[in-house]
């Protein structure tokens, strides 16, 4: 099935929206700095610790101070037949994907916010990709890369080699890195994963390798897919460059995912 017939079907059949999931608590007084949290809750930085919270009064039980979506999110395999992909709700009348048997969705807007962040990209090489039982911090790790995309990740790395080269008498400084240009924290902007610690001075050479070798079959994955091509892709015509920018994300995401 075609790009173009795809497209075409989402177009048929009831346009059914909503789901089961129940909607989150509320988060009264935001921080603009830091719009995750509350005004009372602060960013600081430590040399040796890195980016932490800090609250500025004392905090009564139950009182809620942080609600964040996550910058993304993956359904483990055994359950792509019973929950949702996009929700991760149960599904009592299940959707299937317009090109694959492998997956469900609760809801018409679920499978469509799924094929345009992530499933068009993924669709095809489920099979691989879960029959290879990489673990669920790889399937993560492979996730962020299929919604945030080829082009918006060579903008942020290239954006953040920018601002650790900045002197901090410019603005610059640890303790700016993860922050856009608005000076605003926020959990949609891949610089707040990109910049986080890995400790990876810490892990034996056996661990480096083996999420090594991980990244360099998620990649190979990716050349089976349209995310270095809108229309399809062919391997031998990925350019070296964009191999070795994805790559050196998937090795850096399986390094930081899991500390």
Known sequence: MTMDEIENMKNFGPQVSGCLAKPPPTLSDP???????????????HPDKGR???????????????????????????YYSTHCQT????????????????VRFCSDE???????????????????????????????????????????????????????????????????????EEGVYDAADY???????????????????KRGLMAAFMLKILELTPFFFNGGSDPRNVKLQDKILVGGEENYLHNHIEN
Not at 87 to 102: E, Y
Not at 120 to 126: G, M, T, V
Not at 162 to 170: A, D, F, L, Q
Not at 193 to 202: M, P, S
Request: proline letters at 6%.
């Open 52 to 78: 932490y919270l800090v609250a500025d009064k004392d905090v009564g039980p139950g009182e809620v101070l942080l609600l964040e979506k996550p910058y993304s999110s993956v359904l483990l395999p055994e």
């Open 87 to 102: 929700c991760f709700q149960r599904v009592l009348a299940p959707m299937p994907c317009w090109c694959c048997s492998k």
């Open 191 to 209: 610089r707040t994963i990109y910049t986080l610690v890995g400790n990876t001075k810490h892990r034996g050479v056996g661990d480096l390798f």
């Open 31 to 45: 921080n603009p700095i830091l719009p995750c949290a509350r005004s009372d809750v602060r960013i600081q930085y």
């Open 110 to 180: 679920c499978r469509l916010d799924a094929w345009e962040s992530f499933h068009k990209i993924e669709c095809q090489q489920l099979d691989l990709i879960s029959g290879a039982n990489l673990g669920k911090n790889a399937m993560l790790a492979f996730r962020i890369l299929t919604s945030s995309g080829k082009i918006y990740l060579e903008y942020v790395v290239n954006k953040v080699k920018e601002e650790i080269e900045k002197p901090e008498n410019e603005g610059g400084g640890p303790e700016k890195l993860g922050f856009n």
